[in-house]
Structure formats: C-alpha cells, structure tokens
C-alpha cells in the first residue's frame, strides 16, 4: 500500500472510532427510544467525508462545500478507493457495529456512506447497507399499532415527535416497499384534522409531513425520472433522462408529489414556495393531467360553481393550491362587491385557505385612513367595498369567517403582516361603534409576535372616537396585543376619575406584567405613574395606587 493510501486510511479509521466513541459517551440512549415506540434506534446512517487533512465523520451530510474546488489536488484515483481502501473502512465499521446493533444507539438499519475527493472528482460510495430485521418487523408492527390506536380510532391531538418518526416511516422503502400512496395520504390528513385545535402544534405536524414528504420527492421518486443536481449556492436542479420510463406503475406515485406540492404551497413561507410549484411542473411534464389542472384551477377540492363566477358586474375565480382569489370589477357597484364578498365568504367556510390573496382588477384605488398598511390589492379591495355602507353586514360576516389565529394574508410580511380579516374590521372599527365587540374579538385572536399593524389601528381608533368610558373597553382590547413600540399622546385623558376608574375596572384579573405591558403606551415606565400617584389626591390617588399594584403584582 502506497504511503498515500496509507495516509487517507488511517485519517478515515481515526474519524470512524472517533464518532463511535463519542456516541457511546452519551448516557440518554435508553431513555431516548423510550419516549415513542416509533423510534427503533438513535443513529441509522455515517457520512464519511474525505479531503485531504479535513476527513469528517458525522450523521449528516451538509454538502457544503461540495461545489467548491479542493484546496489541494487530489492524488488518488477512483479505482484504488473502492479497491483498496473502500472494502477496509467497511470491515471497520462492520467490527465496531457488531456489538451495537441490539442496542437503542443503532436504528434497524444503518447505512454507511463515504465521499471522496479523487482525482477524477468527488467519488459517492455507499460502503454499508445494514438491516436488523427483527428490529424492523418489531418497528412495523408498532407504526400499525400507533395508526389503529392513535389515528384510525384516536380522538386527542398527537404529539409531534411520533409525526416525526411516523412520516419518515411511512415513505421508507426498507418498511414500505410498495407504499399505498391513497392511505399514507389519509393518515397524514388525520393527523391535520386531529391537531387543528391546536395551530402552534399543528404547524409543527405539518413541518414534518412536508419534510418528509420532500425528502421522499427529491431522494426516491424524482431520480428514477431526472437527474438531481443539488447545489449550496443554487436551488435543486432538475433535467429529465433521456428515455426514463414514464410507465403506470412507476408514476403511480405521483398523487403524493402533488400533495406534498399543495402543502407546500399552502403552510410554507414564501422563501419555500418555488419548491412546490416545481413539483407541479415536474408532475406535469410527467404527463400528470391532475397537475395541469391544479395549476389551472386549484386542487379540485372545490365545485366549479364555488370557484369560478362571472356575469355582467364582475368575475371572479379562486386558485386553493395557489391561496390566490382573482376578482375583476366590471361595475363599480355595490352589487358587485357583495357577490365578491359572498363568493369569498362561502369560500372560506368551506376550507379555502385563510392565508390567501386576493388579485384585483378595479378602476377604483381607495386604501383606508391607517398608516403601515400594506398598499396591497387585497387591502384596496376590502377599502373599496367599505364605500358602500349597505354592505357593513356583509363585511363583519366576512370578517368573522375570515379572522383565524397564525394565519396570514399571502401578500403581506415583515411589519405589513396581518391575519385575514384585518382590514374589513379595521374600516368597519373606524366607522361605527356598532362593530366595537368586532375589533374585541379581533384582537383576542392577533399574533402580536408576528404582526404589529394593530398599533397603526389603535392609534387610529383613538384620533376617530377619542378616550372614553364607551372606547376604554376597546382601547383595552388592543393594547393587550400592542408590541411596545405603539405611541399614544392620551395620557391627559386619564386625568378624568371616571375613565381612570373604567381603565381599572378593564385591567382586574390580568398578570402584572401584562397591566404594565397595557399601561406603557400611557404613561411610560411606572416610575412615572408612581410620581404622578405621589402629587394626585383623593379617588385619583387611590386609582393610580391601584393600578401600581396591579402592574407590580408578581405571578402566582
């Protein structure tokens, strides 16, 4: 053996024992697999990465550098890589793994893999492929087991970690060979319609779905049809084989790449959202009609009749895979904006998405009298049909359908970012106090980590209907969700007892930071409140006291 093979050996065995040796420090394996029994094992794969005085050994392949040139010329060829030093790391790996399969530390199988930088390229090689089959069979019988007991006859939300396994296992070929795309698809809707009571979870469940289902896209499906070029510096490439064969049964999959593509579409941020429409083109050109059509006209979820309308005053068509809604304004009239809003209403009550835009064609360009807001058409549209007062009804109807919590109108972020609904609710809280329980039950449902536009409507609301015992309940409503940056000059206001009073009769039952979160925008920090409660006398001294200690009232 050459002094050079020597070298890349012995750099390769020290990386194998050193990730070995340092996984068998952890003491939390046991307790690891013992909190689902959809985990088999901890480790299932080693990515072993030579280059020249850099070798690495870990569980993941970041492939960060694999577009650069290396920093020094590689002096091994291909062939003495898989002849000479390929088949010892692997009887090395296969010593040192021996003793461990029974154990929680390996997975039911464990796939060794190796790169190497040789002077004809980076060279992939796959230098172990092992399969536990007693742990295997345990594994599926348990995923049955969980599908019965948790999701087929489940009731109660699931915990994300057994999604995280549960996905995976369900597009692993070593469990599902020849997967039953129709039900994996209906037990990832369980497992949606099951968490939907909780949208911070629920998120989390769907994050997993779309990974794996991904993952399963990019790395099983889509090779057998293109070759995969993936790049840290550009976005995953695709060029279709010449001659791949594009018979039934090797398309039969193609309804889950269409599924993972709409909840791509639907629940990932923008920055993701060209991965899913790549996976309708591809289905496409793979000759997929469904794909055609979902580019078209939406998933087919919905009856033509509720996705499409079109008449003298106005058309208007819905895309659910894109969350678009396009609306064309023929006649400026109060007519044709309730039918728009009646079009989108039904929409929304029947599963369309609430993170949506609508695209507008109008003559008109109204936006309302808010500063911060989004010159969006989906704001124009809502500012243009609160012009018309016979349609306030159909407006707060539309609000109340729309108005859900983590949602998000899709052509708004940063601090633009609003929940559907905001902008009918914010014209009808400025022209009414009929619609004041409306902004109330608006503002229980805001994000106010991820949007901060109800401080431009709260400063609004203010110079409209001014500070009193009337507004007080609402002003309460928003500055319970206010980011601290929200500016209100209505500290003088206060100096009234009466509205002193009503602002600590709204604040009684609240934790003392979110008092204090509230009174900020008033007066400041509460050294300034204790001052002002040091000069006052009588009921306003009482009340300030009062509302000093409601604010430093600590936690129970």
């Not at 480790?43 to 990465?49: A, G, P």
């Not at 503002?443 to 991820?450: K, R, S």
């Not at 003392?512 to 979160?517: A, K, T």
């Amino acid at each position: 053996m050459s002094t050079l093979q020597e070298q890349v050996t012995a750099e390769m065995t020290a990386a194998i024992h050193a990730w070995f040796d340092e996984r068998l420090q952890r003491t939390d394996l046991e307790q690891a697999v013992k909190r689902t029994t959809l985990q088999a094992g901890i480790f299932n794969e080693l990515l072993l990465d030579y280059k020249p005085g850099r070798t690495t050994a870990d569980e993941f392949d970041l492939g960060l550098d694999d577009d650069a040139r290396p920093r020094t010329p590689a002096r091994l060829d291909d062939a003495q890589v898989r002849e000479l030093i390929a088949p010892q790391l692997t009887a090395l790996v296969q010593a040192r793994l021996a003793p461990l399969v029974e154990t929680p530390m390996i997975d039911y199988r464990f796939t060794v893999r190796g790169k190497f930088q040789t002077a004809q390229g980076k060279l992939h090689l796959t230098l172990l492929e092992y399969v536990n089959e007693n742990k295997r069979l345990a594994l599926l019988e348990n995923i049955h087991a969980y599908i019965g007991k948790k999701l087929t006859h489940g009731k109660h939300p699931t915990k994300p970690l057994e999604t995280f396994f549960l996905t995976r296992h369900l597009l692993d070929p070593h469990l599902f060979p020849q997967p039953d795309i129709a039900w994996t698809i209906a037990q990832f809707e369980r497992i949606e319609q099951l968490n939907k009571s909780r949208p911070q979870a629920l998120a989390e469940h769907r994050g997993d779905i779309i990974q794996a289902v991904s993952a399963w896209a990019e790395k099983q499906f889509l090779p057998q049809f293109y070759d995969v070029q993936r790049s840290s510096y550009r976005g995953t490439e695709y060029a279709l084989k010449a001659g791949a064969a594009h018979d039934a049964q090797a398309l039969a999959p193609i309804d889950l790449l269409l599924y993972g593509a709409v909840m791509i579409l639907r629940h990932e941020p923008s920055y993701a959202k060209s991965t899913g429409l790549k996976f309708l083109e591809i289905a496409r050109e793979l000759g997929s009609e469904r794909a055609g059509r979902m580019l078209k006209e939406g998933s087919g979820a919905f009856p033509a009749a509720d996705i499409h309308v079109k008449n003298a005053l106005l058309e208007c068509r819905a895309n659910d895979v894109f969350a678009t809604i396009t609306i064309a304004i023929a006649r400026e009239e109060a007519d044709a904006y309730a039918q728009a809003l009646a079009f989108i209403t039904h929409l929304l009550n029947s599963g369309f998405p609430k993170s949506y835009q609508i695209k507008l064609k109008s003559k008109v360009k109204t936006y309302l009298p808010i500063k911060g807001l989004a010159k969006s058409d989906t704001h124009r549209f809502f500012a243009n049909a609160l012009a018309h007062a016979s349609l306030q009804p159909q407006l707060e109807a539309y609000a109340r359908a729309a108005i859900e919590q983590f949602e998000f109108y899709a052509d708004t972020e940063g601090e633009k970012n609003c929940m559907p609904g905001s902008y009918a609710v914010f014209g009808l809280g400025l022209l009414d106090a009929r619609h004041f329980p409306l902004v109330q039950h608006y503002m229980a449902q805001v994000d106010e980590e991820h949007q901060s536009v109800q401080d431009q409507f709260t400063t609004a609301f203010v110079a409209t209907f001014g500070v009193t015992t009337a507004t007080i309940p609402v002003l309460t409503a928003c500055l319970r969700v206010c980011t601290d940056n929200v500016k209100l000059k209505i500290q003088a206001d206060f100096e009234d007892v009466e509205k002193l009073d009503c602002l600590y009769r709204q604040l009684q039952g609240l934790e003392g930071y979110m008092v204090e979160h509230m009174l900020y925008p008033i007066w400041g920090k509460l050294e300034k409140l204790a001052a002002l409660a040091r000069k006052a006398q009588g009921p306003r001294k009482e009340l300030l006291l009062a509302l000093l200690e409601a604010a430093s009232k600590k936690d129970a």
